[in-house]
């Protein structure tokens, strides 16, 4: 139950509804609330390698998915790139015009979230991948648009960034036929 997100008290209710009565569950609420207290544990020293491992086993499985990361020297991950089908088919229709930004580094990781984004035929954004990030410098932004270009083939005519100038070294590098834009928001905002 908790793989589910049942919370301890309504899993103990659960059981003791199946079971036929607090005495036939065999534990108490205290000794749920316990066992999941000790999965977050275990699980917070390996959050990320199970996570990065969750990911390559769908990659493996799943032939439109695309997952791509690197660690650094100590084995500390450093960048995770991964689409889904659906974000393939969302670039290969709507992949013109791409934007992306990175997020203040507000995890517990410390790591920036980076969407890839774009505007379907009703102004709705769309999703064409996402990144996490440890550091926002040119190389890792390098990493990170070679993976795009290894998972989508193609860059987009034109990509909308912010006034980032570790971005825009990146973009000028790899997306050399895309035509790179600011995005007007973070420009008046800025102001």
Not at 59 to 75: A, G, M, V
């Given at each position: 139950?908790?793989?589910?997100?049942?919370?301890?008290?309504?899993?103990?209710?659960?059981?003791?509804?199946?079971?036929?009565?607090?005495?036939?569950v065999?534990?108490?609420?205290?000794?749920?609330?316990?066992?999941?207290?000790?999965?977050?544990?275990?699980?917070?020293?390996?959050?990320?390698?199970?996570?990065?491992?969750?990911?390559?086993?769908?990659?493996?499985?799943?032939?439109?998915?695309?997952?791509?990361?690197?660690?650094?020297?100590?084995?500390?991950?450093?960048?995770?790139?991964?689409?889904?089908?659906?974000?393939?088919?969302?670039?290969?229709?709507?992949?013109?015009?791409m934007?992306?930004?990175?997020?203040?580094?507000?995890?517990?990781?410390?790591?920036?979230?980076?969407p890839?984004?774009?505007?379907?035929?009703?102004?709705?954004?769309?999703?064409?991948?996402?990144?996490?990030?440890?550091?926002?410098?040119?190389?890792?932004?390098?990493?990170?648009?070679?993976?795009?270009?290894?998972?989508f083939?193609?860059?987009?005519?034109?990509?909308?960034?912010?006034?980032?100038?570790?971005?825009?070294k990146?973009?000028?590098?790899?997306?050399?036929?895309?035509?790179?834009?600011?995005?007007?928001?973070?420009v008046?905002?800025?102001?």
């Amino acid at each position: 139950m908790a793989k589910i997100n049942i919370e301890p008290v309504r899993a103990f209710n659960v059981m003791r509804t199946i079971f036929g009565g607090f005495e036939e569950v065999g534990v108490s609420k205290n000794d749920c609330k316990n066992f999941k207290r000790e999965i977050n544990l275990f699980i917070n020293e390996y959050d990320v390698e199970m996570m990065v491992e969750n990911l390559m086993k769908k990659k493996e499985h799943l032939p439109d998915f695309s997952c791509e990361y690197f660690t650094d020297d100590e084995n500390c991950l450093v960048g995770l790139f991964w689409l889904d089908g659906e974000s393939k088919r969302n670039y290969q229709v709507f992949g013109d015009i791409m934007s992306f930004d990175a997020t203040y580094g507000s995890n517990r990781y410390s790591m920036v979230f980076v969407p890839f984004t774009g505007i379907d035929n009703h102004n709705n954004n769309v999703s064409f991948g996402a990144a996490l990030l440890a550091s926002e410098t040119a190389e890792t932004y390098k990493w990170l648009l070679r993976c795009f270009l290894k998972a989508f083939g193609k860059q987009p005519d034109v990509v909308v960034t912010d006034q980032d100038p570790s971005m825009k070294k990146a973009i000028e590098e790899l997306f050399i036929g895309s035509r790179h834009r600011l995005c007007m928001w973070h420009v008046m905002h800025k102001l």
